[in-house]
């Protein structure tokens, strides 16, 4: 059969059953067989929506999907959005179109190395150039996309390669299976001995926690343990915020005032899943001093990267933390932090103000009429900027899989393609929450959202400014230049954008109207933008180190 066709039922029998996509002269060969198969295909309007659209199908559900583009600026266009992935451990199977092979390497109209260009960003990429490899190089593919640490793989197809006649059974194909690491059980017991000997432990819950579906046993391991549970921005949701040992998350920009002072009083961290990037550790000498580490990680370069633990363990979150949590049980055991029983009224004392009344509406007060009207099944997206440091200072989620920001890359455009991936993957309803800078990045995919009937909810904070490039202008350098955005709450309206994608739009200025208009937006059952004008002046906090991050009071 058709190298194509081979594909597409490989693909099939992987599992996939979603693919974002645009069809091109370069791919046009696989996507005659697109067309064929029982695979939910979604038109995008840019390459790289494609792939943030896919990443948030599998950051929403756990599930795999496929992005697809043809050759040369369709492809480059992917380059971001797998960046966005690799560094948040999201696998995608990305499949490029390419020039004809006799072509490879003499300037062909769109013939780019993309497999090379790719190749830092992704966690696997290839370029097939005989048609026989087919087969093993997408079941390899997938198999490394899945296992171990996640990442994208990147596959380029020249078109002569699609359309070439391979041996092919599809009966005989069998995907790859591959070895989840278990723990030692003697790292498990030293790992117990360590927190059994400590006076103020905490664990850190990162984002491989998520990936590993282990929220819920790490929650009954802290539970048994009885210590404080602090989430990386990546976990948000892995805990509910209101869990009796809920800590929030500390760092320099979306962690909390009570994540950074649990963290700074504790002598040992648990970190499992995790892999202390800057924006949680800010200063590491401070982020260190006085405390010993256990990094709990699939990957091993990940331990000792950052910070060397005194222990680290390589194996699978979710394998460890049963074993942990057996061993303790054995052993019954049960720390008693002095803080533990503070947590609660300390969650309270040390929230940050939502509740402004003032006019123009100060941002946090949109993070807190957000908590107050959706519900916890509600998937929330976000991107990059000061918005983004908001969100994940302020927005309370309950639930694993239902806050996917881009967290390592900060990528602009993100949200909104991102929201329409996840509420694909899970038909729950998806907010995507962004700046109006952001926004313009990749509006056009309200366009995907309206034509396939999905009622994405887009909640600009519009505060006329590149807010956070401004603040740090403002506190690293003394200037301000070329952040002022004041059109967009003037001559830009964005109320016209959202109807010309026919979609529902709605320009707020008074906080009190806020409810009514995320109302009138999911009664309208299209696709909506909700632009809330706010005060162009607010900063969020931030900081260099744990103990030196700079709050705002207005």
Request: glycine share 10%; charged share 20%; hydrophobic share 40%.
């Amino acid at each position: 059969m058709k190298a194509s066709e081979a594909i597409v039922k490989m693909m099939e029998m992987e599992g996939i059953t979603d693919a974002f996509g645009i069809p091109g002269a370069g791919i046009n060969g696989l996507y005659k067989y697109m067309a064929q198969a029982n695979i939910r295909h979604y038109c995008h309007r840019h390459e790289e929506a494609c792939v943030h659209a896919a990443g948030a199908y599998f950051r929403a559900s756990g599930r795999m999907a496929a992005a697809l583009c043809t050759s040369g600026p369709g492809a480059t266009n992917f380059v971001t959005g797998i960046y966005t992935c690799n560094i948040d451990s999201i696998p995608v199977l990305a499949i490029t179109g390419q020039a004809v092979r006799a072509q490879l390497g003499k300037d062909a109209f769109q013939c780019v190395d993309i497999a090379k260009i790719c190749e830092p960003v992704a966690k696997k990429t290839y370029c097939i150039v005989d048609p026989e490899e087919v087969p093993v190089v997408f079941s390899e593919a997938i198999r490394i996309a899945k296992e171990g640490k996640p990442g994208p793989v990147l596959i380029d197809l020249p078109l002569d390669v699609q359309n070439a006649e391979i041996d092919f059974e599809p009966s005989a194909y069998q995907p790859q299976s591959f070895q989840i690491p278990s723990p030692n059980p003697e790292e498990i017991a030293t790992a117990l001995d360590m927190i059994q000997a400590a006076k103020s432990p905490v664990m850190i819950m990162g984002g491989g926690v998520i990936l590993a579906e282990a929220a819920e046993e790490c929650v009954r391991l802290a539970e048994q343990l009885n210590i404080p549970v602090i989430t990386t921005y990546m976990a948000k949701g892995g805990i509910p915020a209101g869990h009796p040992l809920n800590a929030g998350h500390c760092g320099i920009q979306v962690g909390q005032p009570i994540g950074n002072k649990v963290f700074l009083q504790s002598d040992l961290v648990l970190g499992i899943g995790c892999r202390f990037s800057d924006r949680h550790t800010g200063n590491l000498d401070t982020y260190v001093k006085g405390r010993k580490f256990i990094h709990i990680n699939i990957a091993e370069q990940e331990i000792g990267k950052i910070l060397m633990p005194e222990l680290g363990i390589v194996a699978d979150a979710k394998l460890t933390i049963e074993a942990m949590l057996n061993e303790a049980k054995t052993r019954n055991i049960s720390i008693s932090p002095q803080i533990v029983p503070q947590l609660p009224a300390l969650r309270k004392e040390l929230a940050r103000k939502v509740d402004y009344d003032c006019k123009p509406i100060n941002p946090h007060r949109v993070f807190g009429e957000l908590n107050q009207f959706f519900g916890d099944e509600t998937i929330f997206t976000t991107g990059c900027g000061i918005t983004q440091i908001w969100s994940g200072q302020l927005q309370d989620i309950n639930l694993p899989r239902r806050y996917l920001p881009s967290g390592g890359s900060g990528t602009l455009g993100y949200d909104i393609p991102a929201a329409f991936g996840a509420s694909i993957a899970t038909g729950k309803r998806a907010v995507a929450v962004m700046g109006d800078f952001g926004f313009t990045f990749h509006v056009q995919e309200l366009a995907v959202c309206a034509k396939n009937h999905i009622p994405v909810i887009v909640v600009i904070v519009n505060n006329a400014y590149l807010g956070l490039i401004r603040q740090n202008q403002k506190g690293a350098y003394g200037y301000e230049y070329a952040v002022e955005m004041s059109e967009n709450q003037g001559m830009v309206d964005y109320v016209k954008v959202a109807e010309g994608f026919a979609c529902y739009g709605e320009r707020v200025f008074d906080p009190a109207d806020i409810p009514a208009a995320l109302q009138r937006a999911v009664d309208s059952g299209k696709p909506a933008v909700i632009d809330i004008i706010c005060d162009p002046q607010v900063d969020c906090s931030i900081g260099t180190s744990l103990d030196n991050v700079k709050e705002f009071v207005y």
